[in-house]
């Protein structure tokens, strides 16, 4: 029975994809729910996976080519049996896992193979369905480097051509034989970069600063961070009070929150916190949902959920879509300071920095403190200077006096 193979419905705020990988061909034998296709969009890589067992007959939609929302990009014929792979060593062992002509890799293992020209059929998957993991590939490199050859020599397999990405083309830079590599741009990357170029040609951006005492939060974190984890099995970070900081300040300063569309002013009612998360596609911002009903607890465990997904390219595109404030957080790569650019439509983006210790002067003497920059970027059309400087005050006061987050001062 034929199947027509259809892109995934696309939401408003993604008008089309790209083809990334196929990871079946046609004729090839598909197991039901087996990855088959990756889709690149603008915010994330959609894996649609067989519908049934069967072949894949015909693929409509080649590689870098554009698809839309539920267009036909193949035929499946379900029940169909597809090419048979050839008979087994006898030499090898039932229970070691075997390269794979058509060994499934997961996101980090084909950034990992085609960095370091490993070809899927040279590595023997461990996971599940013989999938390709990361540790495969990292061990498989360490193998063939300790050896000087590859590590599985014992089971020589004859290349094939990758067809998961084209490998970076070296082209000589000039006459002396330099080299470059040129690589095309990825569909999230080049959205990102038109994103960022918008809010800087679109907004009268303007970015303030203030300066935070990490100690009381640092104090609260050292004698509660046990229990808390063994109570709510997540660990107790600086984020979380980030977040229910900017939220209570966005109470007192709805612009701050708010977006313009056109010629209007949107005032959300509200607090759905987009929080930047960098994975090796690129800057995400999942979105933290009705954040003002969260507990710390809640925040820390979503966003470590959220970290885990970006990593493997798991985020679904209803985490990302939305979001009336974003916090970002450079300080994790050592950042002592910086302007976050806008996250249109938003207004307002606030950016946290590295702790680090200064001499600060305390009631008259000089104190050793753990300080950190904030930095508040907003859109000046909307958001008056006063109404920003307000706003980073008061997430500098709940910050240095968290108790005030509890007691809603």
């Given at each position: ?13 993604v008008a089309e994809g790209n083809i990334a990988t196929w990871h079946k061909q046609p004729g090839e034998a598909v197991s039901r729910d087996e990855l088959i296709v990756d889709i690149e969009t603008d915010k ?165 600063f203030n300066e935070v005492n990490m100690q009381p939060i640092m104090d609260l974190r050292t004698k509660y961070k046990d229990q ?182």
């Open positions: 029975m034929a199947i027509e193979i259809k892109a995934p419905t696309f939401p408003e705020s994330v890589v959609l894996e649609v996976a067989a519908p049934a067992d069967g072949v894949i007959s015909e693929v409509l939609k080649s590689e870098g080519d554009v698809v839309l929302s539920n267009e036909v990009i193949a035929v499946f014929e379900a029940g169909a049996t597809g090419a048979t792979t050839s008979e087994p060593s006898t030499e090898a062992t039932e229970d070691a896992p075997q390269p794979s002509e058509n060994a499934v890799a997961s996101p980090a293992a084909r950034k990992l193979m085609e960095e370091n020209a490993v070809q899927s059929n040279q590595i023997a998957g461990t996971g599940k369905n013989g999938l390709i993991t990361k540790e495969d590939v990292v061990n498989f490199i360490k193998q063939s480097d300790l050896s000087g050859s590859s590590a599985v020599a014992q089971t020589p397999v004859a290349p094939t051509p990758v067809v998961e990405a084209p490998a970076p083309v070296l082209v000589p830079m000039n006459q002396e034989g330099r080299l470059e590599k040129r690589v095309p741009m990825t569909r999230l990357r080049a959205s990102i970069a038109k994103r960022l170029l918008d809010a800087q040609h679109n907004a009268a951006m303007l970015t303030t808390f984890e063994k109570t709510h099995e997540t660990k107790l970070g600086f984020m979380s009070f980030f977040v229910k900081a900017a939220v209570e300040s966005l109470k007192k300063f709805p612009e701050v929150n708010a977006s313009i569309d056109g010629n209007d002013i949107v005032y959300h009612g509200y607090y759905d916190v987009g929080v930047a998360v960098s994975s090796d596609r690129g800057l995400v911002v999942p979105v933290l949902r009705d954040a003002d009903g969260m507990t710390l607890a809640d925040v820390e465990s979503t966003i470590k959920g959220y970290g885990s997904k970006a990593k493997e390219g798991k985020l679904a595109l209803e985490e990302m879509i939305g979001g009336t404030f974003t916090i970002t957080n450079g300080g994790v790569f050592g950042s002592l300071m910086s302007t976050p650019i806008l996250n249109p439509p938003q207004t307002a983006i606030l950016g946290m920095h590295k702790i680090q210790e200064r001499p600060m002067a305390v009631d008259g003497e000089v104190v050793i403190q753990p300080m950190m920059y904030l930095a508040l970027s907003y859109d000046h059309r909307l958001i008056d200077g006063k109404e920003a400087v307000q706003f980073l005050v008061s997430v500098k006061e709940l910050l240095e006096e968290p108790a005030k987050i509890l007691l809603n001062l």
